[in-house]
């Protein structure tokens, strides 16, 4: 088995991604994944991707779009999932003939790939479901990248055994993403350790700040949160080299559908983001 204590510490060799106009590399411009955790209405949906296409040209920081059409795995059976895939791929069409964003949305069994793929840019494999082969392989088949998010029951170097899925239909263009392990009953830590484990692998790494940050069924029918690590965890994260953040926002994160405990406010992202892009750069001019 893979330690941390052999992990080896050479350059990275990694394969450039292009998605949309975005190159991601090594040496590539610092990107931010982003967007409401799932899709509420088409009016929120739009506001908020609005909001990241202005942000995007203000900041000259790369957005891809991402919200989920269903969220399969909420706490309670009355949680509310989205609303489907159907109307939720006609939605994301929408924010890209608006836009121009990029986008990336969550696929949860192999026959959604299919619709999926026809609509996104990037296919991402929620957490939960890294394991599932069937899963995995369908999207790697479809020849798109893919966002691999790490279970939270898994540690950073079994991730290799998925890696290794979608690699053998012939697509290299993966994504992988950390999102905090549990330790214990409904709590996240994040073992920063992770970014450096994942990317010997060669593939990019993004950090889920908000996903990070959950408490997980603290509330006992939903996920509670603590929004104000966000920040210090994704320059830390960025710090060890991390090529992307993650992040989920609203407009109203208290009174959000799903996630709204870990999920910043619109009108927070603009700072945060210019302060995470000057560590970027400072981390690979010295790198």
């Keep these: 088995m893979t330690t941390l204590s052999n992990q080896r510490s050479t350059t990275v060799i990694m394969d450039p991604i292009q998605i949309g106009d ?4 090594e040496r590539g411009p610092f990107f931010v994944i982003a967007g409401p955790c799932v899709i509420e209405n088409e009016e929120i949906t739009l506001r908020v991707a609005t909001f990241l296409r202005e942000t ?30 159907d109307r939720g791929l006609e939605i ?19 026959g959604e790939v299919i619709k999926a793929e026809r609509v996104l840019d990037v296919l991402q494999i929620p957490a939960f479901l890294c394991r ?18 790490k279970g939270q029951f898994l540690s950073p170097w079994e991730m290799e055994q998925a890696i290794q899925k979608v690699v053998s239909t ?5 994504l992988l993403t950390e999102r905090g392990t549990f330790f214990g009953y409904n709590n996240l830590v994040v073992d920063i350790r992770s970014i450096a484990v994942m ?30 690590f966000i920040e210090p965890l994704s320059r830390a994260a960025l710090a060890a080299g991390a090529n992307g953040i993650f992040m989920e926002v609203h407009p109203d994160p208290d009174s959000a559908l799903c996630d709204g405990p870990n999920s910043l406010p619109l009108q ?6 210019a302060l995470l892009k000057e560590i970027y750069g400072l981390v690979r001019s010295r790198s």
Excluded: M
């Design 22 to 25: 975005l190159t991601i590399s």
């Design 56 to 85: 995007s040209e203000s900041l000259d920081i790369p957005v891809i779009f991402k919200s989920s059409y269903d969220k399969a795995n909420r706490t309670s059976l009355q949680s509310y999932r989205g609303p489907g895939v």
């Design 92 to 110: 994301l069409q929408k924010v890209r003939e608006q836009t121009g964003l990029a986008l990336l949305s969550d696929v949860h069994e192999p």
């Design 132 to 149: 599932q082969t069937d899963l995995l392989l369908a999207a790697g088949q479809t020849g798109l990248p893919v966002n691999i998010k």
């Design 170 to 174: 012939g697509n290299r263009r993966l």
């Design 199 to 228: 990317k010997n692998f060669g593939f990019p790494v993004v950090f889920d700040a908000t996903h990070s940050v959950q408490l997980p069924g603290q509330a006992g029918t939903s996920t509670g949160g603590q929004r104000e």
């Design 268 to 273: 927070q992202i603009k700072p945060v983001l």
